[in-house]
């Protein structure tokens, strides 16, 4: 059995994955989306399928950014396989980076629930997405439409990426891990993603694969880089079989 369990990140949910459910289920792979509910849409943590130790079977958890460190930490536990994009272990770096970072981050936390928010979570999208477009008027009642549940969950999910410090509780030290970094990600911060490497090689029994994306942003939109990921898992998937 083949099955993946994703998770998106802050702001962010799980129609973002929509593109990625039906490659791989063109390809027999079973597809289950968590779900935080910021917006309309209900949270929703779903599970493993099958939980055995078989070979053959490959448990999958693609998460993007602080998806990571949201996925319930039973799920990333039994995954084989993690995929982390433009993902991180500490968010805001421990050098001259970090006071900029703390500031913006601080701003945005003082938006929530304020007359700016729907302005700052546009100008998240948008800068998430650099450099590639998005056109937020037509997708603004998906971008920043936040239920009051979801207001809360939102604010201290930021919380919780101002404070990381480690990686995810949960990741297994005998999954094989891809790091999937893009080098147009607005977002993260270069330490921020060294610090990741650095942490996953001295925590896994196998040193993670990395892809670097040249053509993408902190939200990867390109179908061929969805691909890249898929050839990753599936040619791995063969050699277990062999």
Not at 146 to 166: A, E, I, P, V, Y
Request: proline share 3%.
């Amino acid at each position: 059995m083949k099955e993946i369990i994703s998770m998106h990140g802050w702001a962010g949910d799980s129609h973002q994955w929509s593109v990625w459910e039906k490659i791989f289920k063109s390809c027999n792979w079973e597809w289950q989306t968590s779900e935080r509910g910021y917006k309309d849409i209900s949270p929703h943590t779903p599970t493993w399928n099958d939980n055995s130790n078989q070979v053959e079977v490959k448990r999958v958890a693609i998460c993007h950014s602080l998806g990571s460190h949201l996925i319930d930490k039973e799920v990333l536990h039994s995954a084989t396989h993690v995929v982390l994009i433009n993902s991180f272990s500490r968010f805001i770096p421990i050098n001259k980076e970090y006071r900029p970072i703390k500031l913006a981050l601080n701003r945005m936390m003082n938006s929530i629930n304020t007359p700016n928010e729907a302005a700052m979570l546009r100008k998240f999208h948008v800068k998430a997405h650099k450099p590639n477009y998005i056109d937020v008027k037509s997708s603004e009642s998906n971008l920043i439409h936040l239920s009051d549940s979801g207001r809360l969950r939102l604010k201290n999910d930021l919380k919780l990426l101002m404070n990381s410090d480690s990686l995810p509780i949960g990741l297994n030290s005998s999954a094989k891990v891809l790091i999937v970094n893009s080098e147009q990600d607005y977002i993260l911060a270069n330490q921020t993603k060294k610090k990741l490497a650095e942490d996953l090689k001295n925590h896994l029994d196998t040193v993670p694969k990395t892809i670097n994306l040249q053509d993408d942003g902190h939200f990867i939109t390109k179908i061929k880089n969805f691909k890249k990921v898929k050839y990753w898992l599936e040619f791995d998937h063969a050699k277990n079989m062999v």
